[in-house]
């Protein structure tokens, strides 16, 4: 009889045991608000949202020109903001991980027209090594972060400074 109690008491001990380790603890779910800037002088439009899908770990950028000329996104100078300051620029598409870094041509946002493009935090884009190694892009942590956005209009610049909130809540089960 204490045989089969004892099964039965390990059976359940290990099957809870599985079910705590399968959960992978608790879940949170990230949520952001979206940025637009002002316009200038009804001539630009700028918005930033973060992309939450599990966590947070992009951004989108979208522009807007209302003007007739050819606005320049310049993106050496177009920066991520964590905790209040500037930390890095930022990599997308087309942009090798190696050399994310490395300066960056600026995109053309012709007249009339609007321009997105999905943005990830240099700073926050490492390589891991080992079996499962490779590039792998950190979330972006809760709290204030942004981008500091910098556009040419003929000679004129103009410094866009956007800040996303991003929250972190547990789950409900």
């Given at each position: 009889?204490?045989?089969?109690?004892?099964?039965?008491?390990?059976?359940?001990?290990?099957?809870?045991?599985?079910?705590?380790?399968?959960?992978?603890?608790?879940?949170?779910?990230?949520?952001?608000?979206?940025?637009?800037?002002?316009?200038?002088?009804?001539?630009?439009?700028?918005?930033?949202?973060?992309?939450?899908?599990?966590?947070?770990?992009?951004y989108l950028?979208?522009?807007?020109?209302?003007?007739?000329?050819?606005?320049?996104?310049?993106?050496?100078?177009?920066?991520?903001?964590?905790?209040?300051?500037?930390?890095?620029?930022?990599?997308?598409?087309?942009?090798?991980?190696?050399?994310?870094?490395?300066?960056?041509?600026?995109?053309?946002?012709?007249?009339?027209?609007?321009?997105?493009?999905?943005?990830?935090?240099?700073?926050?884009?490492?390589?891991?090594?080992?079996?499962?190694?490779?590039?792998?892009?950190?979330?972006?942590?809760?709290?204030?972060?942004?981008?500091?956005?910098?556009?040419?209009?003929?000679?004129?610049?103009?410094n866009k400074?956007?800040?996303?909130?991003?929250?972190?809540?547990?789950?409900?089960?």
């Amino acid at each position: 009889m204490w045989i089969v109690r004892n099964i039965v008491i390990s059976i359940l001990c290990v099957a809870g045991l599985f079910s705590i380790v399968a959960s992978g603890g608790p879940k949170y779910v990230y949520r952001s608000n979206q940025v637009t800037g002002t316009d200038v002088d009804g001539r630009v439009s700028v918005s930033l949202q973060a992309l939450c899908y599990g966590s947070c770990k992009a951004y989108l950028l979208t522009i807007l020109n209302n003007t007739n000329k050819d606005i320049e996104l310049d993106w050496n100078k177009t920066l991520y903001i964590s905790s209040g300051k500037t930390s890095g620029g930022f990599m997308f598409e087309g942009v090798l991980y190696k050399d994310r870094n490395n300066r960056k041509p600026p995109d053309i946002i012709f007249p009339g027209q609007e321009f997105s493009k999905k943005i990830y935090p240099n700073k926050l884009v490492d390589y891991t090594s080992g079996k499962y190694g490779g590039w792998v892009h950190y979330p972006i942590p809760a709290g204030e972060n942004g981008a500091y956005v910098t556009l040419r209009i003929g000679e004129e610049e103009i410094n866009k400074r956007l800040i996303v909130n991003i929250t972190r809540k547990k789950a409900a089960n």
